[in-house]
């Protein structure tokens, strides 16, 4: 990659980005959809949707679509380096079919690219989320800037 | 502008209604976060930010539920969700809109309706931009 920064100047120092290894797997990263979590995303993002909680056009309640989508990324990160610091810039799923409440939830990333962009250093994660039968229920695609720290721009930037 | 019925299939320019939210994470509220991290209103605000960031996820989960609205079912199986974080981003407790517009719905069967989609703010910026699509079929 031809990343550009002054000599010696690390702008992520708490991962930094010549330790990202493009190709490295990550993960896996599991967590229990109980009632409890389903309860609590609905309570936190205010989305009573009873499908959640009930019945449901899949029988018994299913997980929101958007549960821990966009976090994974940041868990499965977190698991090599310290993640404190990054800021989700990009995110993209395709959902696959619903997670029955009361499964667990298994994601397996792997770092699909890094690159800088206007000074500032990403790194790209795909992975995806499987109920605990095997059946993949999301595919995503995460940038992630590492750091707000901004080095100069210069014309040798990888993407503009 | 036209409002979508979730009885016919849309057309270019159609609106879904807008949800308006107040934005939380409960991170935020409950936590303490190291003076290097986004989820810090000094750290944040030194590096031109109006306050600590919302996380992508809570965000995304916003955007997700009008898609859920508007396609049912069908969201959970052949929904696709690609958003764009820009900025100065969202903080807590700012009141927001999520709306989508039909950019296209491509032909097939079911068709597959593509919307741009957006977060606005009240003072009218909007940090997240992207698009959602989905089969059109097992509408709720």
């Known amino acids: 990659m031809g990343h550009a920064r002054k000599e010696g100047h690390r702008l992520s120092t708490l991962i930094p980005f010549e330790s990202i290894r493009v190709g490295e797997e990550l993960g896996p990263f599991e967590v229990l959809v109980s009632e409890e979590a389903v309860a609590q995303y609905c309570e936190d993002w205010a989305d009573a949707n009873p499908w959640y909680s009930g019945p449901s056009p899949f029988g018994g309640p299913v997980a929101p679509p958007a549960f821990l989508a966009g976090l994974a990324c940041f868990r499965l990160l977190g698991s090599k380096f310290n993640a404190r610091a990054t800021i989700g810039a990009q995110t993209a799923h395709r959902n696959l079919a619903p997670l029955p409440v009361g499964q667990r939830m298994i994601t397996k990333g792997v770092i699909a690219d890094k690159y800088v962009k206007r000074g500032l250093e990403y790194v790209v994660i795909t992975s995806t989320s499987y109920a605990e039968d095997g059946t993949p229920v999301r595919e995503s695609t995460d940038h992630i800037l590492l750091s707000v720290e901004r080095a100069e721009v210069t014309s040798d930037d990888n993407r503009q | ?140």
Not at chain 2, 36 to 59: F, K, M, Q
Request: hydrophobic share 40%.
């Open chain 2, 1 to 140: 502008m036209t409002t979508v019925s979730e009885a016919a299939v849309p057309q270019p320019g159609d609106q879904l209604p807008g949800l308006a939210k107040t934005v939380f994470q409960r991170a935020i509220a409950e936590r303490e976060f190291s003076a290097d991290s986004i989820h810090n209103d000094d750290y944040t605000r030194a590096h031109g930010y109006p306050g600590a960031l919302i996380s992508a996820y809570v965000l995304a989960g916003y955007m997700s539920e009008p898609m859920v609205s508007f396609f049912g079912a069908s969201w959970f199986s052949s929904g696709e969700l690609a958003l764009r974080f820009i900025g100065k981003g969202v903080q807590q407790g700012d009141k927001v809109t999520c709306g989508a517009s039909v950019r296209e719905v491509q032909a097939g069967s079911p068709p597959r309706v593509v919307f741009d989609v957006w977060m606005e703010k009240a003072d009218g910026a909007r940090p997240v931009l992207g698009t959602a699509s989905a089969l059109l079929g097992g509408q709720s």
